[in-house]
């Protein structure tokens, strides 16, 4: 048993004294939470209305007198019920959310608090013109950004995360070929195996087909293998720059000069633009649409999975396919182009390919983002890339000791690593990976890119302190020996210290239950 | 730069560690004549700097609750309990990702099963998903959602549909060379649009209350979409609305696309919204998003995680069944703290308050020489028929502090018979005094 200075204990060896079940299922700060539908009743309710007068509906008839089965509870049941659930959350806030592609990056709540001042949330998307200036004047302002630090003439606000500006760019693209009259003959897409799942599922939802391109020895772009695969039936190519394999694609300018030379257009997937945003403009490498994340390079949180905002930067040869609506500046004033008629009057005769929501795309991330650009300004850009892409080659090269490195050189804002260190030793990636959670850590991206066996992608961030990163890597160093010591009892039992145990996603498929029933109350968690 | 925490010290000694003199050996295969490019943007600034810049752009908006406020269309203004911002701004909820690791991240997972239970029982239907971007680029999925059931590749469109929700699905589905059906505008709900479903339809989009605000029997459309093998898809942009009126679910839809924005999320000048999926069970794996599903652990106890994810573009690729990643997570916890503290009780109540406020403000406008009602029915929303250009009246409104509605101008600009109407709606926020004041402005203006 180990002791402190004064002989107390500060660690049980007794691991039986660790688990001991208590009464009540709770662990201390750990509180059990049902379901509301388990803890309220249809009559309760947290709010206090006015009492609406008697009168005579105008409803038509169609009255909904059938119960609804929406439980209520009072305003002190449903904060303790929402803070219950959020203890049992890990959260960038409290420590490395490693994800590799996911960009967890710090959240400055000086963001939060300008996004909900009055002027900007409680404003109507069909407020009049002169009522909505400052909301263009914030779109315009974030445009203008977005454009110079990709070196693009022109930018798409209205996608509302990262694939949807995805299908902004491939519609732009679409639109651009059909007006060539080419529409019928160019169906084919490329994209490289090591892509987002996103990049394939979108150039299909456009109507394209995908033909996969492999990575050479380097984990980049086969260029000769692009090459042989290009033709008058290609309507593009999408590529991720810097890569899923957290690599730059040093042929960048070769890919887009060939697939511009074959008739075809270049998106590029721009989930990675944090490590170059402020060092490279995408513009200078041949790019002809590529959205942005403003959730993860431009730090707007990613609130357990959303909402994202995906705006979209244009070529000279897409710009004017770009959807509706769109704000322009005249005089110091700033109108939104809302037609397909008005933006062809704007657009030299080129038709916009239309609407992509109902409105003008996620004003509460642009308040946010923009927030952020202007607290950073260009120096401070240029540094958190630079910060991004040190932290990350930091921790590969400490890791590298112990666990197995999947392309060599230098990497960008992530680290790329393979289960060969685990070969033989009976611990796959996910075991490391939940082993990782009890050391209290949020494990990294497994198993993607898939060109990697058993990849783990480690993006560190630029928010980490060397002090963070060099704990984390102390932390994986240990799980990476004891890995190899032949302790798969304990990587196969991990997690044992989070809120709950692995969980059972088979059985979670095989039979979905995907809402709370009266007929089915879901077993109480005993 | 107060958030980058590494000192020039710890740069140095990470370098070393690496193995390179300088930074920019690390970025060694970027093109070194296109690396650090000039920018033309300011250099860093101080959080009172930036709010100060970002306060000043706000103030130049005419925020809705500034003055009387009538505007609906796809966005309502309602009040939104202070508890349910807190919540959504805690740093576990805030500041987490997707719930990938479902073992410390069943907070998310068990308000997403939350929110998809409270959201299958307001539409009325028996599964919902965990959430779309907004209300519109829902009802295009499930317009791609019906072509992969049906097969079919027609479908029809309610001239009551809101028409930034035509023109999403449209420039979705006609990337498809699908057939779109534009039935004409029809402010009365008089339309017969049974009649425009053929054995080719995939399905007709029907929107409840509509655009103009009627309250639609979707019953018989059903029966009509069902008796030629396609689906009913209703829409629902005003979801308090089902506090008063019918399900979808009760009136045979077979998929239920909603904007939740009504439930605990601001204006926010159109966005972030919550768009709302709802199905029959027999769909579940034609549907598009994240699914939220019970499970249990490694020690039999209760949990979540994502489930049905070979239907998803991480898993299925180019098969997937929509290319849809990062969904509205944040806003879905909004909208399901939010109906928790309404309830079943608060969101009746809060249903009849709306439709008291439209109810007064309809009584009040129709006494105005020239001005007319259109609808026969409505919930919070209806449309008025001016004597003049509606646009004109905004306009003149505004400048007097009254934000009247929605022209018809601004949604249909290419259709001269809605240049003439107004769309208002009046919610809980509304006071009687604010009903008086537009009264005046508006008999003024026409």
Redesign the interface.
Known sequence: MTMNSTGRPTRSDNAAATDAPTFTGNKALQIE?A???EI?D??????D?????A?E?????????????????S?PE??R???R??????????GP?P?GS?T?K???R?N???A?????????????N??????L??ID?LAF?LK??T?MPAVAMSP?????G??CGM?AI?AAIEARGEGDQRTRVLAPESA???N????????FK?DGIPADKTGRVDLEALKAKLGDDVAGIMVTNPNTCG????D??AIADAVHEAGGYFYCDGANFNA?A????PG??GVDAMHI?L?KTFST?????????GPTVLSEALAAFA?IPYVVSEEGKFHLV??R??AKAEGDGAES?????????????F?RA??YM???????I???A??A???A??V???LKQEMTVAFDG?C?HEALFDDRFLKNTGVETIDF??AM?DEGY??MTMY?PLVVHGAMLIEPT?????R?LDQFCEALLSLSKRAKSGEIEFFQ?A?VH????????T???RK?????TPENP????? | MRYLPLNPADRQSMLKTIGADQIDDLFNDVPSDVLNSDFDLPDHQSEQAVERTMSAMAAKNQAAGAGPFFIGCGAYKHHIPATVDHIIQRSEFLTAYTPYQPEIAQGTLQYLFEFQTQVAALTGMEVANASMYDGSTGCAEAALMARRVTKRRKLVLSGGLHPHYAAVTRTNLELHDDQVVMAPLDESASEDIAAMIDDETSCVIVQTPDVFGNVRDLSPIAEAAHAKGALLIAVVTEIISLGAIKSPGEMGADIVVGEGQSIGNPLGFGGPYVGLFATRQKYIRQMPGRLCGETVDAVGQRGFVLTLSTREQHIRRDKATSNICTNSGLCTLAFTAHMTLLGEAGLRKLARLNHEAVCKTADALEKIDGVEIINKSYFNEFTLRLPKNANDVVNALAKEGVLAGVPGGRLWPDDPAAENLLIVAATECVTDEDIETFATKLRQAV
């Not at chain 1, 509906?57 to 509870?73: E, F, M, T, V």
């Not at chain 1, 949180?301 to 905002?309: A, F, L, M, Q, R």
């Not at chain 1, 202007?374 to 401070?380: A, E, R, V």
Request: with cysteine.
């Open positions: 939470e379901l509301i539908f309220g249809f009559a309760g309710t947290g709010v209305l006015a009492e609406p007068e009168r509906d105008r409803l038509g008839g169609l009255n909904r007198n059938s119960d609804i089965g929406l439980p209520g509870l305003e449903t904060m019920h929402f803070v659930l959020s203890q049992k959350n890990y959260a960038i806030d409290m959310f994800l996911c967890m710090h959240n400055p000086l939060e608090k300008v909900r001042l009055p002027g900007f949330a409680d404003l109507h998307p069909l407020a009049p002169d009522a909505v200036q400052g909301a004047e914030v302002t950004w110079e630090l070196g509302k995360a990262g694939a949807h995805e299908l519609m679409k987002h799942g996103t394939p599922a979108t150039a299909v939802q456009c109507g995908v690599l730059f694609e040093r960048i300018r170059i402020g060092k490279v403009r200078d490498l994340n959730h949180p990613h609130g357990g999975g959303g909402p994202g905002s959807p809302e037609t008629r008005a390919f239309g609407r992509l929501t109902a409105f003008h795309g996620q004003m509460g991330m308040t923009l927030a202007l607290s950073h300004g260009k120096d401070g240029r540094q958190a630079e910060d892409v040190l932290n080659n930091y590969q090269a400490r230098y960008m990976a939940k959670i949020h494990p993607f630029e928010s980490e302190s060397k963070e039992a997690p989070a809120p709950r145990r692995r969980l059972d996603e059985v979670a498929a979905p239950i995907l809402r709370w879901a077993e109480a968690a005993e």
